[in-house]
C-alpha cells in the first residue's frame, strides 16, 4: 500500500496547482512531481478537463485553458519502474514530460541496478521516444546542466 499511496500526495497537489489557477497565471513555472510515476497524468488531465467542461461557469477561478492542457505543459513526472505506464502516457496519449530517475541512492529505486534498469525498459522502445523519457525532458527543466557525454546516452 506504501507504494501507492505515497503518489497520490504530487498527484494531488498538481491537480491543485492547476485547479487553483496557479499555473494558468505563471505559463513560465514548471513543477516536478518526482518518483510518483507519470502514467497518473493523462488519468488527470482528462478528469480535470471534464470538470473544466462540466462545471467551469461554477468554479473559481476561470482558467484561461482546459487545465489539461495546463497540465501537459507545465507539470514533469518521473518513474523509476512504472515504464509500462509511463511509455504508453508518452506514446498513446501525447504527455511529453514523463522522466525517469533513479531515485540514487536509495534501494527501492534503481541503485545498484540502474544501466540493467535502463536496458530492460528501453531496448525496445524507439529512439525517439526513449531519449525523450531519459534525457529530453530534463534538459528543458535543466537546461543549465550539460548534455552527457555521448557513450553515456
Known sequence: MNYTETTFGGQRAAAQMVASGVLDVRPNLKVIISE????????????????FRQHSNAVN??????PGEILYDQVYASFQHDFRSSVI????????NSMFGSDY?????????????????F????????????IGAFQELFPHVPEPPADEV
Not at 477561478?61 to 482546459?66: E, F, N
Not at 531496448?123 to 531519459?134: A, F, G, N, Q
Request: zero cysteines.
Open 89 to 96: 502516457a508518452l506514446t498513446g496519449a501525447g504527455y511529453q
Open 105 to 121: 541512492p536509495h534501494y527501492e529505486g534503481t541503485f545498484g541496478h540502474t544501466q540493467k534498469t535502463l536496458h530492460e525498459l
Open 61 to 66: 477561478p476561470k482558467l484561461s485553458r482546459p
Open 123 to 134: 531496448d525496445d522502445v524507439d529512439p525517439v521516444t526513449s531519449r525523450r523519457i531519459r
Open 36 to 51: 510518483g510515476g507519470s502514467g497518473w497524468v493523462p488519468f488527470m488531465a482528462d478528469r480535470l478537463d471534464e470538470a
